[in-house]
C-alpha cells in the first residue's frame, strides 16, 4: 500500500495562512491524493483531493509537486476552528488513514 | 442533503457483552465504510461495502466483528463477545464515488469496555 508521511504537529497563528506538507514517494499514477481534517469529538471531514493539478475550493488549496511525490495543504487565513487533526491519504480503491497532523491555531 | 446517521452516540458495557451499533448513510451513496479509531490513532478500516455486498473485510476480526448492510441502506456492526482492547470510536462513512467525491463521515459512536 502506499504511503503518506506527515509532521506529527504543526501550530500557526490565526489569521496566518498555513502549508501542511505530506510525503508520498511511492504514490502510484492511480492514486488521488486526499485531505481530510477531524476536529474533536466528530469524525472526519472532507477537505480537498486531486490528482495531479492543483486544486481550489472554499475551505482549501492543494498544491501538487510536478513528480506528484508531494503535496502542501494551504490554508489561506487559519481560524481557531481550523484548529485540527489533518490526514492525508493516497486514494485507489480503499481510504488508509496515518497518524495525520495535529494543527494548533494561536490566537 | 442529511448527513450520516450514526447510534448510538456512546456505549460502556462490560467484557464479554454484545454490542451493536447502527448506520445510516446518505441516500444514494452505494458505498458504505466501517472504521474503527483508537484514542490518539487514525481511523482504521474495518469493512467496506458496496450496495449490500462485502469489497473488502480484510481488517474485520471476523471471530468477534460482523457486519451487514441488508438492502444496500443502513448497515449493523456488530460485536460478540467485547474485549477491553474494542474501546474506541467506530465511524461509518458513505460515499457516492470516493475516488471523484470523498466519504462523508458519521460522528461516530464512542464505545467503552470496562
Known amino acids: 500500500d502506499a504511503k503518506t508521511t506527515q509532521p506529527n504537529s504543526m501550530e500557526s497563528n490565526e489569521e496566518e495562512p498555513v502549508h501542511l506538507p505530506c510525503n508520498h514517494s511511492?504514490?502510484?499514477?492511480?492514486?488521488?491524493i486526499h485531505w481530510y481534517r477531524q476536529l474533536p469529538s466528530q469524525g472526519p471531514e472532507y477537505v480537498i483531493h486531486g490528482l495531479t493539478s492543483n486544486v481550489n475550493n472554499r475551505m482549501a488549496s492543494l498544491a501538487i509537486a510536478e513528480d506528484r511525490k508531494s503535496s502542501t495543504l494551504i490554508l489561506h487565513r487559519a481560524t481557531l476552528r481550523d484548529a485540527a487533526v489533518y490526514y492525508c491519504?493516497?486514494?485507489?480503491?480503499?481510504?488508509?488513514f496515518g497518524a495525520g497532523t495535529r494543527l494548533t491555531v494561536k490566537p | 442533503e442529511a448527513g450520516v446517521a450514526q447510534s448510538p452516540r456512546y456505549k460502556i458495557i462490560e467484557k464479554r457483552q454484545s454490542v451493536a451499533f447502527w448506520c445510516n448513510p446518505i441516500s444514494g451513496h452505494a458505498t458504505l465504510y466501517w472504521y474503527q479509531q483508537i484514542l490518539g490513532q487514525g481511523p482504521k478500516l474495518l469493512i467496506q461495502f458496496q450496495n449490500n455486498g462485502v469489497v473488502d473485510d480484510s481488517q474485520l476480526p471476523k471471530d468477534r466483528f460482523s457486519a451487514e448492510r441488508l438492502k444496500g441502506v443502513d448497515s449493523t456492526l456488530k460485536i460478540q463477545p467485547a474485549k477491553l482492547e474494542d474501546s474506541a470510536v467506530y465511524l461509518c462513512?458513505?460515499?457516492?464515488?470516493?475516488?471523484?467525491?470523498?466519504?462523508?463521515f458519521g460522528s461516530g459512536t464512542r464505545l467503552t469496555v470496562v
Open positions: 511511492t504514490i502510484s499514477g492511480t492514486d488521488y
Open positions: 491519504i493516497l486514494y485507489n480503491n480503499d481510504m488508509r
Open positions: 462513512a458513505s460515499s457516492l464515488g470516493p475516488r471523484l467525491y470523498g466519504y462523508t
